[in-house]
T-cell receptor, first 110, second 113 residues
Framework: KNEVEQSPQNLTAQEGEFITINCSYS?????LHWLQQHPGGGIVSLFMLSSGKKKHGRLIATINIQEKHSSLHITASHPRDSAVYICAVDYGGATNKLIFGTGTLLAVQP | GAGVSQSPRYKVTKRGQDVALRCDPI?????LYWYRQALGQGPEFLTY????????KSGLPNDRFSAERPEGSISTLTIQRTEQRDSAMYRC???????????FGDGTRLSIL
């Protein structure tokens, strides 16, 4: 069982829809990252957060520390948002390693 | 360049050969990470450097895997006596310092025949 669980694993949406991807983790963390992996394979960091909410353009990330849960929202989705979205957590301590979820494959259809 | 650079992009080699994968982080980035990613999976942590010090190598699968960053900049991940199960995408990332957003390279796709 992965320490970092994402849902759904696959998501198909129509252009313009509001999208939510969820991430749950098992113990207290130092920070949570959301990353985007494009079909070409490159990985881009979207957000790093340890509390509350962050917004960048049409992307919003929230985290509930008590419930050990984070969500990534995409407003007014577009086909160019199609990618794998990956949640990763930093459990703190001396190391800075990230533990990754398996990703959510998003396809936005025109 | 402005980003994390990895070479080679693709490496195909026969079982039993040694391979060396290179990572050139963003200039000035103190922290460097190596990850391995199997198809359809998220990346898996291998090892972490702070400057030239290897501070965490808990993710290295066995003693065939080693990594170094002798001058605190470029890093090399070496796999000795490769096996087919070593086939994967190997990714490097760097950050300005620990607990900062990580910038990923495009990876090296390793195939062991």
């Amino acid at each position: 069982k992965n320490e970092v669980e994402q849902s759904p694993q696959n998501l198909t949406a129509q252009e313009g829809e509001f999208i939510t991807i969820n991430c749950s983790y098992s113990v207290g963390i130092s920070a949570l990252h959301w990353l985007q992996q494009h079909p070409g394979g490159g990985i881009v960091s979207l957000f790093m957060l340890s509390s509350g909410k962050k917004k960048h353009g049409r992307l919003i990330a929230t985290i509930n520390i008590q419930e050990k849960h984070s969500s990534l929202h995409i407003t007014a989705s577009h086909p160019r948002d199609s990618a794998v979205y990956i949640c990763a957590v930093d459990y703190g301590g001396a190391t800075n390693k990230l533990i990754f979820g398996t990703g959510t494959l998003l396809a936005v259809q025109p | 360049g402005a980003g994390v650079s990895q070479s080679p992009r693709y490496k195909v080699t026969k079982r039993g050969q040694d391979v060396a994968l290179r990572c050139d982080p963003i200039s000035g980035h103190v922290s460097l990470y190596w990850y391995r990613q199997a198809l359809g999976q998220g990346p898996e942590f291998l090892t972490y450097f702070n400057y030239e010090a290897q501070q965490d190598k808990s993710g290295l699968p066995n003693d065939r895997f080693s990594a170094e960053r002798p001058e605190g900049s470029i890093s090399t991940l070496t796999i000795q006596r490769t096996e087919q199960r070593d086939s994967a995408m190997y990714r490097c990332a760097s950050s300005l310092r620990g607990r900062q957003p990580q910038h990923f390279g495009d990876g090296t796709r390793l195939s062991i025949l």
